[in-house]
């Protein structure tokens, strides 16, 4: 899997949108991005994943500029229930097995 | 509910002792995939199934081991338990490998060990 860099921690307060960015300047053709999004003691749950352009869920948004060396993840009106870590991950899954998990950006959302 | 269950929620052992945690994946899914995460710590891969065969290994003791079996259900056996194994462990499966890079994974609820 690509290298990924995102920021270790994000605050918000509710009714804002959060925009975290995802670096992966490595990214390889047939690779796709994909956020998965965990709180505390619960498994990861897939958010999103994209390969170029934008893409949007009911969930979230995910902007992927041209030369996808970045991606955004873009969650609307956060709320309380958004705390959590959110993790990017990038690769081609049908090759690359080992579906990796970095540090992940903690987003904190305040009333 | 992702659709992976995994066996037991929670358990307590004493150092030295071997355990053997259970995840049944989704219907259909033949990856299988384990994962550790201690307290405050990122999910670590350890190692995954496709279809019964190893695919992949991660930082994976050698006290621990793992099998997918033909039903699919995968089995983590950790021996020689230390205090420092004590974490939450996470199995995931996705669908068929081979699907042009474009796929989802289902995590469990985890399994809590501890030992003492």
């Known amino acids: 899997l690509a290298k990924t860099t995102q920021p270790i921690s994000m605050d918000s307060y509710e009714g804002q949108e959060v925009n975290i960015t995802c670096s992966h300047n490595n990214i390889a053709t047939n690779d796709y991005i994909t956020w998965y999004q965990q709180f505390p003691s619960q498994g990861p749950r897939f958010i999103i994943q994209g390969y170029k352009t934008k893409v949007t869920n009911e969930v979230a948004s995910l902007f992927i500029p041209a030369d996808r060396k970045s991606s955004t993840l873009s969650l609307p009106r956060v709320s309380l229930s958004d705390t959590a870590v959110y993790y990017c991950l990038v690769g081609d899954l049908s090759n690359d097995y080992k579906l990796s998990f970095g540090a992940g950006t903690t987003v904190t959302v305040r009333a | 509910d992702s659709g992976v269950t995994q066996t037991p929620k929670h358990l307590i052992t004493a150092t030295g002792q071997r355990v053997t945690l259970r995840c049944s994946p989704r219907?259909?899914?033949?990856?299988v995939y384990w994962y550790q995460q201690s307290l405050d710590q990122g999910l670590q891969f350890l190692i995954q199934?496709?279809?019964?065969?190893?695919?992949a290994k991660g930082n994976i003791l050698e006290r621990f081991s793992a099998q997918q079996f033909p039903d699919l259900h995968s089995e983590l056996n950790l021996s020689s338990l230390e205090l420092g194994d004590s974490a939450l462990y996470f199995c995931?499966?996705?669908?068929?490998?081979?699907?042009?890079?474009?796929?989802?994974?289902?995590f469990g609820q985890g399994t809590r060990l501890t030992v003492v």
């Open positions: 995931a499966s996705s669908h068929l490998v081979g699907t042009g890079g474009r796929t989802e994974a289902f």
């Open positions: 199934y496709y279809n019964g065969e190893e695919r």
């Open positions: 219907s259909g899914d033949l990856s």
